[in-house]
């Protein structure tokens, strides 16, 4: 077999994107997913169309915090680079863990990793260098932090400190929801020991974004904002999910202009504060941020590519990922690799939810339908599905995310809905109202 072996860590949508989109790299042989999902399963197609995927993909059952296996495969198969998707791999060393052993690895470090895994290090390192958040304490003792919600007089999130599979958040509208929130995390140890501290802050209202970046450590080159919808209903009612959908744009001056006061007020300086720590950043940073009347405020910092906006990002992507992996692990990110064949596009997910989700539902559903969707133009990023007996079935509460690009986003979107029309499983429910917004502010 001729090509580069790629193994990529993780089972969600962000992992199929981020297999797929690798998979589609000239210089890529073989995929590998641990431990994969449903959809991250492929035989290698060189004639490929579309949004179709090229090499071919394999699962490997290996879990994602397995890292010793992980290791010991990596060595035996001889991968050339190994790219981990979700958090707690990264917050448990990986990175360090195959660097050590010689095995290339894209993603950042258990240090530059605490940017996530510890909301107080985050708020910390951002008061330390000026970088626009919201106001906050930190607290381990609950009468303590008890009085400061009540001499604070304005609305608070209460965030335990560590990695709570992002359930660690509470938005708290009153007083005594914020004490309740508090003797949850502080008290009742509802997030073991991601909850020995809090961090309370002050509650922002505006708009919301996810800037992620590629960084090599010292330069840094932003990816197309992305707009994640977190309700479970339309007109963003309804409970907090892991996201219902998202779209992004490579083009819209005004999300430029976000992106470039971001780079000065918040990526900038969190790189370079990074570097003179001697825990310089090397993976993607994902800047959640505010768009308050103030300019961008950072609601929160992740280590790693985003679900689901990857499943919009890398679809706009025209250069070959594996470059700019290769170039933030070797340091030399240029903004070429990520936007040379620059072309205004758009793209939209649509994530199709098991009965019940976010609160508890059934798994093993039969899902049919997914073959009569002919659009070049769509992919389905399989998140929580499996095979059972030659039968694709349900294994989460979110299932599919249905992709399409298009040059406006309501042409996207049109795609993206056409093709949810033939697909179904028992009790499938989806937000219809994914990128509104988007369609009246942007799309002319
Ligand atoms: P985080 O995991 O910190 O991003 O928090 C999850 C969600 O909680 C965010 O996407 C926001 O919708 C909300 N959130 C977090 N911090 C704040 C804040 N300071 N003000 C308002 N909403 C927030
Ligand atoms: N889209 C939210 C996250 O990836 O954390």
């Not at 981990?84 to 360090?96: A, Y």
């Not at 992106?259 to 370079?272: F, G, H, K, L, Q």
Request: hydrophobic share 40%.
């Amino acid at each position: 077999m001729t090509g580069l072996k790629i193994l990529v860590v993780g089972s969600g949508g962000r992992e199929h994107a981020l297999a797929w989109s690798l998979s589609r790299s000239p210089q890529v042989g073989q995929v590998f997913v641990a431990p994969g999902n449903g959809g991250t399963e492929w035989a290698a197609n060189p004639n490929a169309k579309g949004l179709q995927p090229c090499a071919k993909s394999k699962n490997v059952p290996i879990a994602a915090e397995n890292i010793v296996e992980l290791m010991a495969f990596a060595q035996r198969e001889k991968i050339d680079l190994t790219v981990v998707g979700p958090e707690v791999p990264l917050s448990m060393g990986i990175v360090d863990q195959f660097q050590a052993a010689g095995l290339r690895v894209f993603g950042p470090t258990q240090a530059a990793a605490r940017l996530e895994a510890s909301k107080a290090f985050a708020k910390d390192f951002m008061k330390q260098h000026s970088i626009p958040t919201a106001e906050y304490g930190v607290f381990a003792e609950f009468e303590v932090a008890r009085q400061f919600v009540h001499d604070f007089g304005r609305p608070v999130v209460v965030k335990a400190d560590g990695l709570a599979a992002g359930k660690g958040v509470i938005v708290c509208d009153t007083v005594e929801e914020a004490e309740d929130a508090l003797r949850r995390i502080l008290i009742d140890k509802e997030f073991g020991a991601a909850g020995e501290t809090v961090v309370i802050e002050e509650r922002l209202e505006g708009e919301e974004i996810s800037n992620l970046m590629f960084a090599d450590g010292k330069q840094i080159v932003a990816m197309p904002t992305a707009r994640d919808h977190k309700r479970a209903y339309d007109g963003d009612q309804g409970p907090n999910t892991g996201g219902m959908g998202a779209y992004a744009y490579t083009h819209v001056s005004n999300e430029f202009e976000i992106a470039e006061e971001n780079y000065d007020r918040v990526t900038r300086p969190t790189i370079d504060g990074l570097q003179q720590a001697g825990t310089p950043y090397i993976g993607v940073l994902y800047a959640g941020l505010m768009i308050t009347p103030d300019g961008p405020k950072v609601l929160e910092f992740n280590c790693r590519f985003g679900d689901p906006e990857t499943q919009v990002i890398l679809p706009l992507l025209q250069t070959d990922l594996v470059d700019i992996l290769n170039a933030c692990i070797d340091g030399k990110l240029t903004s070429n690799l990520v936007y040379e064949k620059y072309e205004e596009r758009t793209a939209a997910t649509v994530v199709l939810a098991a009965p019940g989700y976010p609160g508890s539902y059934p798994k093993g559903l039969p899902i049919s339908g997914l073959k009569n969707i002919t659009d070049e133009n769509v992919i389905v990023f399989h998140a929580g599905t499996t095979q059972k007996d030659g039968q694709l079935v349900t294994n989460g509460g979110r299932v599919l995310n249905v992709t399409a690009v298009g040059s406006t986003l309501d042409e996207a979107l049109q795609r993206a809905y056409a093709a949810i029309e033939h697909i179904h499983f028992d009790g499938m429910h989806y937000r219809k109202d994914i990128g509104r917004t988007g369609v009246k502010q942007h799309d002319r």
